[in-house]
């Protein structure tokens, strides 16, 4: 979408009058951090802390963006067959889409199994996770996207939320989840979803941009990755350690370079020394596992 056309729907969204209550749990409890550009506000929660864009996006709008306005680089450009040819040939090494250090993260807790890629794009990831020995299936909600994967990486992607809800309980070893979270409307479904899906001996494993990192607590609403068009929500340790409880798991989180021992949040101070990074790395086990 052209930033043209995104303000003039934000300008129609505050015209409308729509609420500031909290995407996620839904409280009237919150309060304005830092405007953006005049129009936009980071606002935060006082009941759950999630920190979230106003005005907000719907599911509608969400799925209506990523069937045809976002674009994001080799992560959305798919390649065209020399293209792929080349990046298959090198299985994904050096490019701006190897997941290699994703892959070696999830191998120190679980080397092989069933797992779920939510929000694989074109499959690229499923890809690679299954070249390292997992049986791996994708999910993405944009039909093009999941239609080039399936066609020309013969990888198993789903791209209806009512196909995920076929899928019996506790069946992934694994659930990654890369740069995908902060994109969504609200994070009730996607908990639900990994709550149902995951084994009693799995893991969750997201990454996202680090709301809580050194970059953004200096350059706040400056900070690319905060808030935007893309990114409707700016997630931290302290969000998930409040949230992922009450789906039933117990976080414990990491930052790069990722050298040391993923541990549980304490505090935002402990928080902004133990997790200074740019990316959040958040491992999550069941609580009965």
């Not at 505050?14 to 304005?32: A, D, K, N, V």
């Not at 929000?119 to 093009?144: L, P, R, T």
């Not at 791209?159 to 506790?170: G, I, R, S």
Request: proline fraction near 5%.
């Amino acid at each position: 979408m052209n930033k043209l056309a995104f303000f003039s729907q934000i300008i129609n969204k505050q015209l409308s009058g729509q609420s500031r209550y909290c995407p996620h749990c839904e409280s009237e409890r919150t309060i304005l951090i830092q405007r953006k550009k005049i129009l936009l506000e980071l606002r935060q929660c006082q009941e759950c802390f999630l920190m979230y864009r106003y005005p907000k996006d719907g599911i509608a709008d969400n799925i209506d963006f990523y069937q045809s306005e976002y674009q994001e680089g080799m992560t959305t450009d798919m390649p065209d067959r020399v293209e792929l040819k080349k990046l298959l040939e090198l299985g994904f090494r050096g490019s701006q889409i190897d997941l290699s250090n994703n892959i070696q993260i999830v191998k120190q807790y679980i080397n092989h199994g069933s797992l779920l890629d939510y929000g694989c794009s074109w499959g690229y990831g499923v890809n690679q996770f299954n070249q390292a020995g997992y049986d791996a299936v994708g999910f993405e909600i944009s039909k093009s996207r999941s239609e080039y994967g399936r066609k020309h990486l013969s990888v198993k992607i789903l791209d209806e939320l009512l196909d995920l809800e076929e899928f019996k309980p506790n069946s992934f070893d694994i659930i990654h989840t890369s740069h995908v979270l902060e994109h969504l409307p609200e994070l009730t479904q996607a908990f639900s979803v990994f709550q149902k899906l995951i084994k009693p001996t799995g893991y969750l494993i997201i990454f996202v941009p680090n709301a809580g990192g050194q970059s953004a607590r200096n350059l706040g609403v400056g900070w690319g990755p905060m808030i935007g068009e893309k990114h409707t929500l700016a997630l931290d340790a302290r969000f998930f350690a409040n949230n992922l409880p009450k789906y039933g798991f117990i976080p414990v989180f990491n930052s790069p370079p990722y050298d040391n021992t993923p541990v549980a949040y304490e505090s935002e101070e402990q928080a902004s020394m133990a997790f200074p990074g740019d990316e959040l790395l958040v491992i999550a086990r069941p609580v009965n596992s």
